[in-house]
């Protein structure tokens, strides 16, 4: 008790009311927070798929290529059958990735990945301390509220 009366003294938080306010605040900054990790793990997960897809279609394209000079032989198929499987795979995947958009070259989608890497860094150690501010405002507010003889009930008091 005593460390959360000096919390809200040094925080100029002598109102409930001014608590809950603060508390509310540091619980969007953490949700923003998170929702901007997110967003920027999944334009990192699109950018390795896209990556591998291209890896994986230049890789088998010369086999593909020989299969369609061989007129779609059967027989080149089964020989083949694993090569052309990951070819088509990787063929379906880039379009579904890019939507219609022009393929990036590959150094283009190494130096977003290494934006996205260094964002995504910094962005966390900006959600660690949000959390941190988050936690410390909710148990001032339970202990305060516990004090006033209030129940904390799932995010409300």
């Known amino acids: 008790m005593a460390v959360a009366l000096q919390y809200l003294q040094e925080n100029n938080l002598l109102e409930y009311d001014d608590l809950a ?25 699109h950018n390795a798929n896209l990556k591998g897809a291209i890896v994986d279609y230049a890789r088998t394209k010369p086999v593909f290529d020989e299969y369609k000079t061989q007129k779609y032989s059967k027989r080149y198929l ?8 990951v070819f088509r795979a990787a063929k379906t995947t880039m379009k579904e ?24 860094k910094t962005d966390y150690s900006e959600y660690r301390i949000t959390q941190k501010e988050m936690r410390e405002v909710i148990t001032v507010k339970v202990n305060i509220a516990s004090l006033h003889g209030h129940q904390y009930q799932g995010g409300e008091l």
């Open 21 to 45: 306010a603060k508390t509310t605040s540091a619980t969007n900054r953490f949700y923003t927070a998170g929702d901007k990790l997110k967003a920027i793990e999944n334009a990192m997960k």
């Open 78 to 85: 089964a020989d083949h059958e694993a090569d052309i499987a």
């Open 97 to 120: 990735l890019l939507d219609g958009e022009k393929l990036p070259k590959m150094d283009t989608l190494k130096s977003e990945w290494q934006s996205l890497k260094s964002t995504r």
